[in-house]
């Protein structure tokens, strides 16, 4: 269908403020490896388009910035995790001005900092605009010895946070052990260019999918620790746009037992939306094909057991990707389970009530390739709780409650 398609075959056999006074890191901080408790389990809390820095020019806007904050408390009052993952969209970069466009990050991160815990970041498309780039939001993540984000791919085009962090069991003191578990964190891009305009005094738009040279060493990497480790270690995947699967999936019909989510942004907007396959961006197509070298890798890679993303901020579900789609050319390998996680920030569009997913992996799962999941929200109620196992998708579960969020200072249509 796309020529794309075709390449992945050859690769399957890259204003300052100071920082706040606190900066503790546990034991599971960056100066150390990522470990397991010694009871056997790894938590994850995943945080989605927080969108701080909104309307920053009047009174709404900070205001909420402070409620985000306050959601983010919220939340790991309530929870444990051994990892924070900052899941893109961490600043709305459009109304970002220069000299201040980053100092947002101060703001998101101190309830981290304040409880000592570790996090790591993807970047999404409204962390790229013209004021502001995800190489300048790491510059500013890297005053935090508590922050993990980092860059494993330095080709042009292929954005910024594309890394991975392994897990060690709880007896590990270094990184000379078998990891338990690999974290995988691709850039799907997007947005616009730092500090470009075109001869017409326009931003100058940037693509909205995990590049091929991100494919390439994804592929690369994974085939250097199976042969490291005689191995396929189980593996999650965060990304902040959906891939085009998920969009086939959300058509296909989503069961509200068997996936148990809110579906309410249908479609989706999945990578290389508007996109011709040529390369142009010029509204005459509805989509390039250009995240196939993508979807192709991440249902190719053994162990690979999820891939958590958010961008639609009405959608909470996971779908397990086991077959061949309509009008679609990848055929997944291996099952991957293709998860949204709760908009977590009262920037961006809509009034659902904020939330966070939350992913525990446990040693006795990890060995099935399972993980469990679910979303805390900010009210405290749990909902969507599953296990990512074999039956996933035959399973039934309770139907996710469509709660919203009322503030009376909030403009829910920005």
């Known amino acids: 269908m796309f020529s794309t398609a075709l390449v992945i075959l050859t690769f399957v056999a890259s204003i300052d403020a100071k920082p706040l006074a606190k900066t503790y890191v546990n034991s599971t901080g960056s100066s150390g490896p990522l470990t397991f408790k010694s009871d056997g389990t790894f938590q994850i809390s995943i945080f989605e388009d927080l969108h701080f820095g909104e309307n920053a020019w009047d009174q709404w806007g900070p205001q909420q910035d402070v409620n985000s904050v306050k959601v983010i408390n919220e939340i790991l009052e309530a929870e444990s995790p051994g990892l924070v993952v900052l899941n893109g969209d961490l600043i709305t970069g459009e109304n970002g001005f220069l000299e201040n466009s980053t100092v947002y990050i101060d703001q998101i991160v101190s309830p981290l900092v304040n409880r000592g815990l570790t996090w790591a970041s993807t970047y999404g498309n409204h962390d790229y605009d013209y004021n502001i780039s995800g190489s300048t939001i790491l510059a500013r993540e890297k005053r935090w010895s508590n922050s993990r984000t980092t860059q494993m791919v330095f080709d042009e085009e292929a954005g910024t946070s594309n890394y991975y962090l392994p897990v060690y069991d709880s007896n590990c003191s270094d990184e000379n052990c ?26 100058v738009g940037q693509p909205d999918w995990v590049d091929f040279s991100v494919v390439n060493w994804f592929l690369q990497t994974n085939n250097e620790l199976v042969e490291k480790y005689s191995k396929a270690i189980p593996s999650l995947a965060f990304v902040h746009i959906p891939t085009y699967a998920s969009y086939v ?41 250009q995240d196939i070298p993508f979807m192709q890798a991440i249902s190719a890679v053994p162990g690979l057991m999820a891939v958590f993303s958010g961008h639609d901020h009405g959608n909470t579900w996971c779908y397990k990707w086991d077959r061949l789609l309509p009008n679609m050319t990848v055929s997944p390998r291996n099952d991957v389970n293709l998860c949204f996680s709760q908009h977590s920030g009262y920037g961006g569009y809509g009034n659902w009530e904020r939330g966070a997913r939350q992913v525990l992996a446990t040693k006795s799962k990890l060995a099935r390739f399972e993980v469990d999941t679910w979303i805390r929200l900010e009210s405290g109620n749990v909902v969507g709780s599953v296990s ?17 969020t009322y503030c009376p200072t909030c403009d829910y249509g920005s």
């Not at 990891?179 to 326009?202: C, T």
């Not at 148990?260 to 996109?275: H, S, T």
């Open 388 to 404: 990512l196992n074999s039956t996933y998708g035959k399973d039934l579960y309770p139907a996710t409650n469509n709660s919203k």
């Open 178 to 203: 078998t990891p338990e578990l690999i974290l995988w964190f691709f850039d799907s891009r997007g947005g616009f260019r730092y500090q470009r305009k075109d001869g017409s005094g326009n931003r």
């Open 249 to 289: 999936l959300q058509k296909e019909g989503i069961n509200p037992h068997a996936e148990p989510g809110i579906n309410d942004d249908y479609p989706l907007a999945p990578q290389a939306q508007g996109w011709c396959a040529d390369g142009r961006n010029d509204g005459t197509c509805e989509y390039g094909g």
